[in-house]
């Protein structure tokens, strides 16, 4: 399938974002899934997975209700349950998108560098998008919510609210 492949690959572990050093780092994959290891200016450090697609292994084996809390995370990244101690935090976000977007940019130039290994520069951006920002996610009963969006939906109740 095209375009439905990640990078694994990792150049630099760390980044510094906003004048905070983080460090990201790759530790497994699985069905569409990826689990990364955090660790956050203070040193705090935990494992979060992200989800970018729903494998045949998710539609094929698991009840409705499991499925839909997988769709519900999709492009949100979330706190392992091991460490669910909160959501991540909206600066350490940014920081992991920035880290991607960098990471992707030298893989792909990497890559293109070398067609006659890696083939032609056109195929290998059909093959390996850049990635989309990645949201932190709120569990509330019945799924995942994006934060931004949870901001959304709760600004005009508390809009109507002021005005009342």
């Keep these: ?23 990201f780092k790759w530790k497994c994959g699985f069905a569409g899934g990826t689990d990364y290891e955090i660790r956050e200016p203070s040193g705090e ?12 292994y998710w539609r094929e084996g698991w009840s409705q209700d499991a499925l839909a809390e ?10 392992s349950v091991c460490d669910n101690a909160g959501q991540v935090r909206p600066e350490t976000i940014d920081a992991f998108n920035a880290w991607l977007d960098r990471e992707h ?9 070398q067609p006659e290994r890696y083939g032609d520069a056109d195929e290998l951006r059909a093959e390996f998008p850049a990635p989309e920002n990645v949201a932190a996610g709120h569990w509330a009963s019945g799924g995942w919510t994006p934060v931004n969006a949870m901001a959304r939906a709760i600004l005009p109740a508390e809009m109507s609210k002021a005005n009342g």
């Design 45 to 56: 450090t935990y494992t979060a997975s992200l989800q970018t697609i729903i494998s045949e």
């Design 1 to 23: 399938m095209r375009g439905t492949h990640t990078m694994s690959y990792v150049t630099d572990n760390s980044i510094t974002y906003n004048g905070a050093r983080y460090w």
């Design 70 to 79: 997988i769709e519900s995370r999709l492009g949100l990244l979330v706190r």
């Design 105 to 113: 940019a030298a893989m792909m130039a990497y890559m293109i560098n």
